[in-house]
């Protein structure tokens, strides 16, 4: 992303104390990355990575105090003095299926998967445009890409994903930011342990998301990948 003589890049990450992100964080730590972690529990993050550290900070942020994200940015700034990397992370796969009717679910999964990613969005941009190289990951689903389950609230929210990276994309290009919507399929992770439609073994292992998601950041400005999508069994792709 920067050269050499650069500070080192500052990353805000949600939903990092497992998962996607836990793995993002191993990932990133050891190539110097300064890392702002956001969690609902910050002794989640203290337990998976131990106490903050000079190139860590443990933030409370949770999808549904609005509130909670403009605080985790300002403290982020107050901190390293600057963002250059924006994860959005943190998701919920929460089961509203298309003829049972749950509003209060179906509100908290475009608050989690929608909203707060836009949120952060809009807190992050000015930071990331003093950068003129800010980056912008959006963890996606490539069920946000076509349809292969019933549950219409993970699918609607996901779809919207890729269309809050597109516009960001529009939006941001001639600041220098980059944004990036990756799309796995299934991941090893809690989310999925009650999936029977294939093998733990044969699904994506966090550590190899974590790895796109770093190369993805560290693409030049004059060679941005729009989407990436991360099969782990064959599917057709349109």
Not at 12 to 27: D, H, Y
Not at 42 to 56: R, W, Y
Not at 189 to 207: C, F, H, L
Request: glycine share 6%.
């Amino acid at each position: 992303m920067a050269d050499a003589s650069s500070p080192a890049p500052v990353v805000l990450l949600s939903g990092a104390n497992r998962g996607i992100g836990a793995a993002i964080v191993n990932e990133l730590l050891p190539h110097g990355y300064r890392l702002s972690l956001g969690a609902r529990d910050t002794a989640s993050l203290a337990a998976a990575f131990g106490p903050e550290m000079e190139n860590m900070l443990h933030a409370h942020c949770d999808a549904l105090e609005p509130k909670s994200a403009k605080a985790w940015v300002a403290a982020t700034v107050e901190k390293f003095g600057r963002i250059d990397v924006l994860i959005n992370n943190a998701g919920s796969n929460e089961k509203v299926s298309l003829l049972e009717e749950d509003e209060e679910a179906l509100d908290r999964l475009w608050a989690i998967n929608v909203k707060a990613p836009l949120r952060l969005t809009r807190l992050c941009v000015p930071y990331l445009e003093r950068t003129g190289h800010g980056r912008i990951v959006n963890i996606a689903s490539m069920s946000g890409k076509r349809v292969r389950n019933p549950f219409v609230g993970y699918n609607m929210t996901k779809f919207a994903v890729m269309g809050l990276t597109h516009t960001t994309r529009h939006v941001t290009w001639d600041m220098g930011i980059r944004a990036t919507a990756i799309c796995p399929s299934f991941v090893r992770t809690d989310m999925t342990r009650e999936s029977t439609k294939i093998a733990r073994d044969d699904m994506i292992a966090p550590q190899t998301l974590a790895r796109i998601v770093r190369n993805t950041i560290e693409l030049p400005n004059n060679a941005a990948t729009a989407e990436v999508l991360v099969n782990c069994r064959l599917e057709d792709m349109l």
